[in-house]
C-alpha cells in the first residue's frame, strides 16, 4: 500500500519597519501596515486584531524602551490557517522595572499586555544583551 503524503509548501511573506522618530509615528507605521496586510490578501478578521496589537507593541517600544524600535510582520501560509507574527523590537527598558514615566495618566496605560494577550494565539518576549522583542502571532480562521 502506497501511502501519500501532503505537503503542502508553506509561503512566508515579511515586511521590516523602523518606527520613526517623530510625533504621530504609531499611527502612520500602522496605516502601513494595514495597506501591506491589505496587498498580503491577509483576512480582515486578523487584520483589525494585529493593528490594535501593532499599536500596542509600539506604543510600549515608545514609553518604556530605548530606541530606536523596529517592527517585523511575518505573514505564512499554506499547510494550514494562515499565521501572522508581529514582532517589535527595542533597545530594552529605558527605566527601572516598575517605574512608570511620570506624565503617564495610569487610567490611560497599563493595559496593552491584556490586549496583546486577548488578541494573540501565542506571545511572548525574547531577551538578548541590548535587545528586547515582543511579538505575538494572530491565526487566520
Do not use: Y
Not at 530606541?67 to 490557517?81: D, E, F, M
Not at 529605558?94 to 494573540?120: K, N, T
Amino acid at each position: 500500500m502506497a501511502v501519500q503524503l501532503n505537503t503542502l509548501a508553506r509561503e512566508t511573506r515579511e515586511q521590516v519597519f523602523a518606527l520613526p522618530p517623530f510625533a504621530g509615528a504609531v499611527s502612520a507605521v500602522r496605516r502601513r501596515v494595514n495597506a501591506l496586510l491589505a496587498d498580503w490578501e491577509v483576512s480582515p478578521s486578523v487584520v483589525e486584531d494585529a493593528l490594535l496589537v501593532v499599536s500596542e507593541l509600539l506604543t510600549n517600544a515608545i514609553v518604556h524602551a530605548l530606541p530606536p524600535a523596529v517592527l517585523r510582520l511575518s505573514w505564512t501560509l499554506g499547510g494550514g490557517p494562515g499565521v501572522l507574527r508581529v514582532e517589535v523590537t527595542d533597545a530594552g527598558p529605558a527605566r527601572p522595572a516598575g517605574q512608570s514615566p511620570g506624565w503617564a495618566d495610569p487610567d490611560e496605560h497599563g493595559r496593552g499586555e491584556g490586549i496583546v494577550h486577548a488578541l494573540a494565539t501565542r506571545h511572548g518576549m525574547d531577551v538578548r544583551p541590548g535587545r528586547f522583542t515582543r511579538w505575538a502571532d494572530l491565526v487566520a480562521a
